[in-house]
């Protein structure tokens, strides 16, 4: 079946640092693939999502690049700030299944950034 | 637009009690799903509902969960008897469309069990 894995964290930075936080997948057909993240006390929100191989998904300084041939989808900021302190939520939706909708996540990367 | 909300926020209950989450999505959303994240681990799909009709419950643990959908507007998920292993937080997400574009989700129940 369908999976996600994300890097273990959790993952400390200072403000300004370089973000990455590894994803790769297994999935037959060709999947949808997101990043979540969750604030504190907060719900689940979209960040930035590919829908096929090659492109890149982007929001308020975060980047990822869906790659077919490394089945990887790597979350990337160039500085980060206090505020990006969350969790962060790789997953995937297989349109080519019987899936309908449903998301596979991988298990969450805590980061906390600070001063 | 108000978004999709779920309640109670927190819940503590003894082991063998009934608990029971409710989520109410966007209003208008036909698809309706139930995720559910337990200690610190992915988060894993439960079940979803087309109006009031189970799509795929596939991720449901066993029969002692029992998810409803009445009317195809707010949703309840009932745990009953809960056990120790069913600590976690559950959330709830809506969506207009399938494959996973245009999900919103709620904030999750953190349900413990004691």
């Known amino acids: 079946g369908d999976s996600v894995t994300q890097m273990e964290g959790p993952v400390t930075l200072s403000e300004e640092a370089f973000l990455t936080i590894n994803c790769t997948y297994t999935?037959?057909?060709?999947?949808?693939l997101f990043w979540y993240v969750q604030y504190p006390g907060e719900g689940l929100q979209l960040l930035l999502k590919a829908t096929k191989a090659d492109d890149k998904g982007s929001n308020k300084g975060f980047e990822a690049t869906y790659r077919k041939e490394t089945t990887s989808f790597h979350l990337e900021k160039g500085s980060v700030q206090v505020s990006d302190s969350a969790v962060y939520f790789c997953?995937?939706?297989?349109?080519?299944?019987?899936?309908?909708?449903?998301?596979?996540f991988g298990q969450g990367t805590i980061l906390t950034v600070h001063p | 637009e108000a978004g999709v909300t779920q309640f109670p926020s927190h819940s503590v209950i003894e082991k063998g009690q009934t608990v029971t989450l409710r989520c109410d999505p966007i209003s208008g959303h036909d698809n309706l799903y139930w995720y559910r994240r337990v200690m610190g681990k992915e988060i894993k799909f439960l079940l979803h509902?087309?109006?009031?009709?189970?799509?795929?419950e596939s991720g449901m643990p066993n029969n002692r969960f029992l998810a409803e959908r009445t009317g195809g507007t707010y949703s309840t998920l009932k745990v009953q008897p809960a056990e120790l292993e069913d600590s976690g937080v559950y959330f709830c997400a809506s969506s207009q469309v399938y494959r996973g574009h245009g999900y919103t989700f709620g904030s999750g129940t953190r349900l413990t069990v004691v």
């Open positions: 509902f087309v109006k009031e009709s189970k799509q795929d």
């Open positions: 999935a037959t057909g060709y999947p949808s």
């Open positions: 997953a995937l939706n297989n349109a080519g299944g019987t899936s309908y909708g449903k998301l596979t």
